[in-house]
């Protein structure tokens, strides 16, 4: 049975060109189209897709607004076609927030630079985040400053701004993606936290360093896959809401406690120095990675300044990038967490190191916060 597709654009040739390239897929279908924001609401309560491909700005009522509203009333994975500009970028980051999926440039030629491929991707997308129907209403959270009495306050300024062979057993499927939270602290000591993610990945990393502390003891290295139009706005988004201090990384900069680097869209982030005086450095991509940034490559180099002092997670995401990095890290003797399948919008990066018995631990999103908590403060 084909996947159901609604497609929400306000532009009659944009919903044309979707829906063919969607219906090229035998997998799928597109089952309606709707030109605003109210006319997708009432579609999907009428005719109940899977998936939603939605345009953000359109007349009578926009994609963001539309978005909050479907999850309330009737949840359904949203994919959300963005320009490639810092507003597009801000409105997608809200978008994103109200319950969207995923999203990808409303421009063809900047999805890849083979036309064949851009097909290709949109078309993986929407069968990816089909495959989540859960709400994603519970994953969600409120964009306001957390609170806490066991920190001081801090006043941020303002920001301008090839692996291991060896391999480990494979788990059973069975246990592949099951919640396995860590008993207790391990009372091992850190140098560095790594989080990567792709998609699903802005809300989670949102709903995750919210709640850590402005007295965070570690330098943190964020990777997440996104445009280079995206990563400023997005590391202002999350310094406007932490008590830590976010920002996307620059090349040359000393990794400071306390801190969160994002990786810039469209480049390498590799940590080089020592372990006592870290510093990143910021390269091209590189065309023969299919990832720009790149969670292995970010872990490789983390794996060869700070050995096994680094606490990774691997979070919500499609493909396997991260695996590699990751047991490079555990080979020397970092600890491996994933996100548990249930709490995932697409289960690809973390079952990659739950399958290859890399990650020791497989928590949900609504308990990572407090498990890194427990782990790393003393």
């Known amino acids: 049975m084909s996947i159901k597709v609604l497609v929400v654009d306000d532009s009659s040739f944009f ?35 899977q998936v939603v491909t939605m345009d953000i700005e359109m007349p009578q009522m926009n994609g963001i607004d539309a978005v909050r509203e479907i999850m309330r009333t009737n949840p359904v994975p ?47 997308r929407v069968r990816a ?47 592949v993606g099951a919640v ?36 965070f003891p570690l330098p943190i290295v964020l990777i997440q896959h996104m445009p280079a139009a995206f990563t400023p706005a997005f590391a202002q988004r999350l ?12 090349g040359g900069e000393i990794l400071k406690p306390g801190c969160a680097y994002l990786a810039p869209g469209g480049k390498q982030m590799l940590i080089d120095g020592s372990s006592r005086s870290p510093k990143l450095t910021i390269r091209d991509g590189g065309e023969q990675l299919n990832y720009k940034p790149s969670v292995d490559v970010t872990f490789g180099s983390a794996a060869r300044i700070f050995k096994g002092d680094v606490l990774a997670v691997v979070l919500t995401g499609m493909g396997a990038d991260g695996r590699e990095g990751a047991r490079m890290l555990q080979k020397e003797g970092a600890n491996i967490w994933a996100q548990d399948e249930a709490s995932c ?13 890399i990650s020791s631990y497989s928590i949900p999103l609504e308990k990572m916060a407090e498990c890194l908590k427990k782990e790393i403060l003393r």
């Open 129 to 175: 985040i089909a495959s989540r129907r859960t709400s994603l209403a519970s994953t969600r959270t409120t964009a306001t400053r957390p609170t806490t009495t066991a920190t001081t306050s801090v006043s941020k300024p303002t920001l301008n701004t090839q692996f291991s062979s060896s391999r480990p057993a494979v788990k059973p499927a069975s246990d």
């Open 15 to 49: 919903r044309r060109r979707v829906s063919e390239i969607i219906n090229a897929d035998p997998l799928l279908e597109v089952v309606g189209t709707a030109a605003n924001g109210k006319e997708a609401i009432e579609q999907v309560r009428r005719l109940r897709p």
């Open 345 to 357: 919008v697409v289960y690809g990066m973390p079952q990659a190191v739950a399958a290859a018995g």
């Open 239 to 250: 310094d406007s809401l932490c008590q830590i201090n976010v920002k996307e990384a620059a």
């Open 78 to 124: 949203v994919l959300m076609f963005s320009s490639l500009t810092y507003e597009g970028a801000r409105s997608t980051l809200e978008a994103l927030e109200a319950g969207a999926a995923d999203f990808l440039p409303k421009r063809f030629e900047d999805i890849a630079n083979d036309k064949a491929h851009a097909i290709a991707l949109l078309q993986q």
């Open 180 to 215: 396995k939270m860590p008993p207790r602290a391990s009372g091992k000591q850190y140098r560095l936290l790594a989080i990567g993610t792709s998609t699903g990945g802005p809300v989670a990393l949102q709903r995750i360093l919210t709640q850590l502390p402005a007295n």
